[in-house]
């Protein structure tokens, strides 16, 4: 079992950054590369960004390519977000999710453990 905790959530303005915070538990939370995705009122969940625990290899979605960053800690079994250049299409809830199934790493199903999510407003 893994556990999933996020953190870092708020209200910013256009422009502004953000940095979110995963913080993994459970026997096996080292073993899955991790994801951050987020969800849109009405919209669909979408993947944003992955990331391997082992050798840091990195995944981006196109639309946040040169403003997000996706990193770890591998002591602390911390993934963090920082988000850059913020824009209000970027207000969502963002959840971090753990890739047990395998496949491909953009979709939401090949993930098995998923944090509770938080809030990302961006006003204009």
């Known amino acids: 079992q893994v556990q999933l905790a996020e953190s870092g959530g708020g209200l910013v303005q256009a422009g502004g950054s953000l940095r979110l915070s995963c913080a993994a538990s459970g026997r096996t939370s080292s073993n899955y590369p991790m994801g951050w995705f987020r969800q849109a009122p009405r919209k669909e969940r979408e993947f944003v960004a992955a990331i391997t625990w082992s050798d840091g290899n990195t995944h981006y979605a196109d639309s946040v390519k040169g403003r997000f960053t996706i990193s770890r800690d591998n002591a602390k079994n911390t993934v963090y977000l920082q988000m850059n250049s913020l824009k209000p299409e970027d207000t969502a809830v963002y959840y971090c999710?753990?890739?047990?199934?395998?496949?491909?790493?953009?979709?939401?199903?090949?993930?098995?453990?998923w944090g509770q999510g938080t809030q990302v407003t961006v006003s204009s």
């Open positions: 999710a753990a890739h047990n199934a395998g496949g491909d790493r953009s979709n939401p199903y090949n993930y098995g453990y």
